[in-house]
């Protein structure tokens, strides 16, 4: 019995005390084989949610984005909490995800609460757990994410917005790894790593009174800074041309390239959604481009440059202004139906001028 509990302790699957017959010796068999067949499902399955995340490759060519990569990489292993700030948009989520899977804990489940997204008691809640009769519609037990996520991280997105009250909950968890369910005296105890994001100045809403000062202190032992897009300009092009392929092959279209006005526009672009709101546009373009050429007909308008406003003095032919006038209701538009509802043609006339003008 020995023997077999330090085998247990050391990683076997099961044993069998002797004498076992050959059926005892057949259903373990059967039993691992199960074992590892559903193994290999969940194997599986996570590399096909790693396809499907056309921002999986975190890679980078801004130097900016790389020191925020390396200090990620480097911290990782560790047990520290981690608060990442940046703009919407800017990759936090998928970087928090990237941490989990280069730590130790990368077997151990992740999961994410968005703190702007729930009450405050159903964010208290969904945090810590409840047992039931704690509050109105508590039916039954529920446990919470930080017992959900035992050995593993939890990712706290947007938590300058978690309520003061609960602020002094998360602390004491952070210090102590101890809390309670809602409802419940019972002092649980859960080893999560806790991982932060924000998209605010945490520093101001302390000064303003709206965060904790020592629980800003607990959370940024180490802070990463995800800069915005429109700082990484180097960027943009090579992230274009993966969602590009990304989205081509996810909607069984044969692979575009972007017109060298196209390029123009996405690199002269601020990007205020940084790289979500570049993700929607490539998708889109994607979606509507009719042939292997995506143009700025193919961008939404606010992408496509200005159209300089002649002088008083400037010689503009008719057939310009009509090129150019087409051009942006093309590019505004979701539909050759809705341009020519805006134009004030059919379709087939629509079609002469957008082949007179290369369009």
């Known amino acids: 019995i020995d023997s077999a509990v330090e085998a247990m302790r050391r990683g076997a699957f099961d044993y069998l005390p002797k004498p076992f017959t050959h059926d005892q010796l057949l259903v373990l068999v059967n039993k691992v084989a199960e074992i590892r067949q559903l193994e290999q499902k969940v194997e599986s399955l996570e590399n096909a949610l790693r396809e499907a995340s056309p921002e999986a490759s975190l890679t980078s060519r801004s130097a900016a984005m790389q020191r925020a990569l390396a200090l990620a990489r480097q911290v990782a ?24 899977s280069w730590s130790r804990r990368a077997a151990k489940p992740f999961a994410s609460i968005s703190c702007p997204s729930l009450s405050e008691q159903l964010l208290e809640s969904e945090l810590f757990g409840h047992v039931k009769g704690a509050f109105t519609g508590a039916l039954r037990d529920h446990p919470g994410r930080i017992a959900a996520c035992e050995g593993g991280t939890l990712l706290l997105d947007e938590i300058a917005d978690i309520p003061l009250s609960i602020q002094a909950r998360l602390l004491r968890f952070l210090q102590e790894k101890a809390y309670e369910r809602v409802g419940d005296v019972q002092t649980r105890k859960a080893d999560v790593r806790i991982t932060a994001a924000t998209n605010v100045d945490l520093e101001s809403a302390v000064s303003a009174k709206r965060f904790r000062e020592d629980l800003f202190y607990r959370l940024s032992v180490v802070e990463i800074v995800l800069p915005p897009l429109r700082a990484r300009k180097e960027d943009i092009l090579p992230l274009a041309e993966h969602l590009l392929a990304f989205f081509a092959r996810q909607n069984h279209r044969r692979l575009p390239t972007f017109s060298d006005d196209a390029r123009n526009a996405l690199e002269s672009y601020a990007w205020p959604g940084n790289v979500r709101e570049l993700r929607n546009v490539i998708e889109r373009s994607v979606l509507l481009c009719d042939n292997l050429l995506i143009g700025v007909e193919h961008l939404p308008a606010r992408l496509a440059p200005a159209e300089p406003t002649p002088n008083i003095g400037d010689l503009v032919s008719l057939e310009k202004i009509e090129e150019n006038h087409i051009r942006r209701v093309l590019a505004s538009t979701g539909s050759i139906e809705e341009a020519c509802r805006i134009l004030g043609m059919d379709s087939v006339t629509l079609w002469r001028r957008r082949k007179k003008y290369g369009i």
């Open 77 to 100: 292993d560790s047990e520290a909490t981690i608060l990442l700030s940046g703009e919407s948009g800017t990759g936090k989520t998928l970087l928090a995800r990237a941490i989990h």
